[in-house]
Nanobody
C-alpha cells in the first residue's frame, strides 16, 4: 500500500503562484509514475500533470502547459506541482495520485482518474479574479 498526503494549497489572486507537495509513504520503493488531478465543484476529476518514476519525462493537460511544472524528489518521496500564472478556472481540489504498473508520465495521463489506485485527500486551491 502507498499513502499520499498533499499540502500547499491556499488562496491566491489571479496571476499568482502556488507550489503543491505530495509526500508518499508506505511501499515507496515501487517504480511508478505519480501525478496530479483536480476536481472543481460539480465537475469530474481531471488530469493535470504526471511525472515518470525517474523524473525525466513529464506530461501535462493542455490547459496547464507552460504554466505548471511537475517534478519529483525520490530521495524525499515527494512530488511537487509548481503553479504559475494561476487563473480563476484553476480553482479546484487538487489530488495526488499513483497506480502500480504505470511507470511513464504519458501512460498516467492517458489512463485517467478512474485507473488510479492510490489517492491523497486533496488540497484546495482557490484563485480569485
Amino acid at each position: 500500500q502507498v499513502q499520499l498526503a498533499e499540502s500547499g494549497g491556499g488562496m491566491v489572486q489571479a496571476g499568482g503562484s502556488l507550489r503543491l507537495s505530495c509526500a508518499a509513504s508506505g511501499r515507496t520503493g515501487s517504480s511508478f509514475a505519480m501525478g496530479w488531478f483536480r476536481q472543481a465543484s460539480g465537475k469530474e476529476r481531471d488530469f493535470v500533470a504526471a511525472v515518470s518514476w525517474t523524473g525525466v519525462s513529464t506530461y501535462y493537460a493542455d490547459s496547464v502547459k507552460g504554466r505548471f511544472t511537475i517534478s519529483r524528489d525520490n530521495a524525499k518521496n515527494t512530488v511537487y506541482l509548481q503553479m504559475n500564472n494561476l487563473k480563476p478556472e484553476d480553482s479546484a481540489l487538487y489530488y495526488c495520485a499513483a497506480r502500480d504498473g504505470i511507470h511513464t508520465a504519458q501512460a498516467m495521463g492517458l489512463a485517467g482518474s478512474s485507473a488510479m489506485g492510490y489517492w491523497g485527500n486533496g488540497t484546495l486551491v482557490t484563485v480569485s479574479s
